[in-house]
């Protein structure tokens, strides 16, 4: 007894060490103790360089605080319990200072003997708080904001209205000040670097309009106690369950529904989002203050779900996740929480479900998964509980070793698509971690044939397939060694700066994610970058004012590298002027550089509207500048070899009012929310109808949009389900009259022989839906059926597939007031399977997969993620019978395949990975202009690529991603202005194209 207590204590106070131990599941523990570096000293002190004593320091590695220690009087301190080889943050606090945070890499912190930090007493910021007669406000309400919506510190206006706040950092904050009975004032201050004293001046509290509203159930019935919660974003989405827990309720309905919303503008429109427990949330858009009318806001009732997680037994089963899922429309059925646990005896309940057809998933450890794939649910009251039997899942063990039998410490094994039916509960079962003895266990793993995934980051990732029986089995691993190489050499200063080169951090990125390696480089500029595995990596610098000259393209690591010289330069700088805007509206501006290869962040002197973005590189940029209404001035250049500054001014050009009214069979559609989508604009513009469905846009930039429109009451509807969807061009001044023509799209999935299927999922797309409008996606009951209602008319693509059969696509033409049938046939099909073709060390863990008809058309047949199996095997089970040409693209590393022609039924098919390519295209007659083109790339066969579907390009440059090969390239304007080219693309290297 004395020796398990002591082993506890032990536990718990390990269980406290920053380096710490990883355990296994059910087994005595291998405690895997990570070495730790040696202590290192430090000091705090302020800007004159006096010593700051009773700092708080602390710790701070990827996951969790190390250690947290404190300055002595004299400022010092020691770091402890630091482990080797982890990049860490120190963070420093004390009051009557700037709060600090620094980052600290492992090579960097083991160089430095002692670690010193400066504390800034920042800014002060002050300001008046005065009413619309000049006197002044006490007793106000002042939060200071950081950036936009991040609270940072509350005051409160004394006797003579003012306000203070202190030790503000480097950083835009906004201050909003609250009265009762009045407009809050806001105000944006963008404090910069150092000490000082910042006046914002005076804010004015005007008085405030009020909304009234009363809150009823679909009877007409007062819902009391329902919060009504303000939203100022014109045109908003439902905020959802983690918008509303970080905002206060500007309302609660009292016995008779009423309610009272206080502190609007007069003319303000707004939206009001109303929750209560037992029904799904209301959403009302476009109210202005004051209304003379009471609000009229109705709640439907949720659904309710109940039930218990029992055991073969009957007992239940405590801490079970159950998450649940609409089972026709992909998306979550909860208006609120979408997985819960159960209590101490099995039991469950959602009291805020959608009513309709629901999936629940459920997942334990040491059970097998299990799902519940057609639950349906009724709105109002609670449907009878269910009760879930999980039955025990079988049991791997097993040791992961080395290939010299040492055990591999920290490695992940899982199960390859067990619970892939339950995106986001999949962390509560189906893998493990192995201990320091290599050892690992997994206890709910599902009987018969399983691939399970062995990976760790000095090793390459394995995959074995293996029958899983009942009962517990025992699985040695052995991984193979990466080949690991040393890249050194010696950073150069391009440009005449002359910028220090030592204590740069320099890195090797891999091409497409997975792992990266960095170093820093010595007083001399030199550099080791050790254990780096084969792979395609960009060079990096971490150094803000410094960019990589040479090498630009990306380098392929094979085998060890030594004299790699990085050419190093300080960028050009792009800079000009804003015009076009009035002066207080250059503090919302955002200003960003786009290039083929990188984007990068500008700033804005709110007083003098010059603008400016440093360290750019060689090439060709598109500068945007986009205003708080989402309005967007742009511009483009080319940066030649040697460029120090060039000047672009970016305009805002006046804008035009786009108005309209949305009805609904001739009736106003009230409240509907507007969408004003254009392409290349950081952000969407939206509105939403008044209570006469009208609505109003004001300031747009001229050009292109597609309008979509969606009903009140967003939490109803699935998402993508819009009821207009309209491409309009914007030159002048425009009214809209716009009747939404909706029709009914129904049908069913059936075999060949006529049977439904069931669990098919069937994607919806309309011709005219922009990127950002992702359209519904169906799954069929067990009579094979979807339907989905008030969608628009118009063109509209299905696409059909299911596991074992082959995806279909289908045009289908819905005209206005009509209820379309489609009948959609899957044929079986063995689908296709693919072996990639490289070494275990480049294998990507995930592929993605376009498969296209081998035919002018092009046209695509399926794509999607898959993992890579044993021996690199894909399998693609939905690829129909036929012809096809097969593009692969890696999840890591940089590496494409491109099959021109695979058969189906048929072998497998061999794909040769490769290094990416790159093809630039640039035609100088529409460079300087947002004129969009249309490109297009075909094969040296003449057949549209697979690999680079058609695509629309601005400005007249565009970077390619390509197999290596010799590709066409036609670029064509809607004027009909064309041009045409031809380049070949070699592994790991950038083409260049001009077509004049």
Known sequence: MTAMLNLVTFLALVSQWPCLPVLAQEQVPILALKPCILPRHGVVVDTRGLAVPFAEIRVMGRRAVLNKTYSDDSGSFVLRGIPEGQDVSVEVAKSGFVTRRIEIKSGELLRRSKVRIELSKGHSLAGLLRDEAAQPVAGAKVVLLRGSDRPRATSYSDGEGRFVFANLGEGLYTVVARNVGSVPGRKRVNVPKGEGRIDVGTLVLKEGASLVGEVLDGEGVPIEGAEIFVDRRPGARSMGLDGRSRMEAAAVSDADGRFVVH??????????????EGFLPGVVGGVEAPNHEPLQIILRPAARLSGRVVDEAGKGIADVGVAVFRSDIEESAASGRWLIFTDGEGYFRFDDLRPGRVKLSVRAPRYQPADLPDVALSGGGTDEPLEIVLQRGAVIEGKVLSADGEPVIGATVRVLGEGASAPGVDFLSGWAETDGDGFFRLDSVTPGKRAIEVSHLDHPRAVLSIEVENGSQWLDVRLKDARHSTISGVLIDGGEAGASLGGVRVALTPVNGGRMYASESGPDGSFLIDKVVDGLYRVVVSRGELRVKHPRDPIRVTGPVEHLQVVLD?????AGRILGLPPEDFLDLRVVAYSAWRTSRGDVDAASGQYAVDGLTPGVWRITATDAHGRVAEGSLTLEDGSEEERLDLTFEPGVMLTGVVLDNGQPLAYARVALRGEGRRQ?????????????????????????????????????????????????????????????LTGEVRDPEGKPISGARVAFEHVSQPATEVGPRYLTGADGRFALDSVPSGTWRLRAEKAGFGSIRRVVEARPGEEVFVELTLEPTTGLVLDLQGSPATLPPRVAVRVCAVDDSAALAIEGWHPTGEGGRVHLPIVPPGRWQVFVRGLTGGLVGLVPEAVVPGPPVAVQLLDVGWLEIAIPSLQGTASAAGLRIDDAMGRPACAAPPQAIRGGHAMVELPPGRWHVRVETERGESWEGTSAVAPGARSRLVLE
């Open 570 to 574: 300080s960028g050009a700088r792009v």
């Open 263 to 276: 502190e609007l503008g007069a003319g303000e429109r707004v939206q009001l989002e109303v929750w209560r």
């Open 684 to 744: 969407d513009r939206g509105e939403s109808c008044d209570e006469d469905g009208r609505f109003q846009f004001d300031s747009v930039s001229p050009g292109r949009y597609v309008l979509v429109i969606h009903r009140a009451g967003g939490a109803m509807r699935p998402r993508g389900m819009a009821v207009h969807v309209q491409e309009i061009e914007l030159l002048a001044d425009e009214e809209l009259v716009i009747d939404v023509s909706t029709v009914a």
